[in-house]
């Protein structure tokens, strides 16, 4: 699904710096229906970037709903979370908007937030979340290779 998003920094040789070691959530299916995943976006210097896209390459049982891309406190990032949104995050939340369209400058701290449900009682998974952005005239790819897994236990 396009929507129009892991632990070491990378650029994907654009402005953008995120984790991409291969982060993985995981939620209980016995709990979580939908679930709120937080990736650390931070533009390094420069001009803004405008995300153009965010997508899963791979994905089982879990849909990505949407994704929104929310200002944060640089010290206290989302990880996970019940969604909708719990009240720990609602000043933040009330400053969000949606990530396709959303431009995010080198002085702001922002999550992309995932908005994923999963489609099968047994659970599944959402792997390899992709941001496409815009930069000074230049579009880039950044493969984060997070993925969200929602099963019936967690190791």
């Excluded at 959530?25 to 405008?50: F, H, Q, R």
């Excluded at 891309?69 to 009240?87: C, I």
Aim: hydrophobic letters at 40%.
């Amino acid at each position: 699904m396009v929507l129009g998003l892991s632990s070491c920094a990378s650029m994907a040789a654009g402005g953008l710096q995120y984790q991409d070691t291969g982060q993985e959530w995981c939620a209980e299916s016995a709990i979580y229906e939908d679930l709120a995943v937080g990736i650390p976006m931070n533009v390094k210097s420069g001009k803004p970037i405008t995300i153009t896209a965010v997508q899963s390459s791979r994905h089982g049982h879990i849909e990505l709903v949407d994704a929104y891309a929310m200002p944060v406190d640089a010290e206290d990032r989302l990880g996970t979370a019940p969604w909708p949104l719990e009240a720990k995050w609602s000043s933040d939340w009330k400053r969000a908007s949606k990530a396709v369209g959303a431009t995010v400058r080198h002085d702001q701290s922002v999550d992309l937030v995932l908005h994923a449900r999963r489609t099968s009682s047994s659970g599944g998974t959402l792997e390899d979340i992709e941001i496409q952005y815009e930069q000074d005239g230049r579009t880039f790819d950044a493969a984060t290779y997070t993925s969200v897994k929602i099963a019936a236990a967690c190791d």
